[in-house]
Nanobody
């Protein structure tokens, strides 16, 4: 049974940092593309960053490029998102997503809330 469990969210002031983690189980983590997706209040899901497992290439949405860093530890079956220089517009629920092929994501975690406010 696939499980994705996010942690590390919280409330932080603008300019602060947080590190999100996603603990994966129930599948061969190293074989799958992974991504972070967020949903702000009243808005749709927004892709934030993703990693292509075959090439190791990592992509970022323009809104977070230079501030967020995605990484993965295949030995620990864990995906991370280091978020620096946080802005109020980064406030959202952040989800970890497992790649299911053809560029789609087939499993999501429950998410972790990030609130950036002074």
């Amino acid at each position: 049974q696939v499980q994705l469990v996010e942690s590390g969210g919280g409330m932080v002031q603008p300019g602060g940092s947080l590190r999100l983690s996603c603990a994966a189980s129930g599948f061969t983590f190293s074989n799958h593309n992974m991504a972070w997706v967020r949903q702000a209040p009243g808005k749709g899901h927004e892709w934030v960053s993703g990693i292509h497992t075959a090439t190791g290439n990592i992509g970022y949405d323009e809104s977070v490029k230079g501030r967020f860093t995605l990484s993965r530890d295949n030995a620990k079956n864990t995906l991370y998102l280091q978020m620096n220089s946080l802005k109020p517009e980064d406030t959202a629920r952040y989800y970890c997503a497992k790649g299911g092929g053809m560029g789609a994501y087939d499993y999501w975690g429950q998410g972790t809330q990030v609130t950036v406010s002074s």
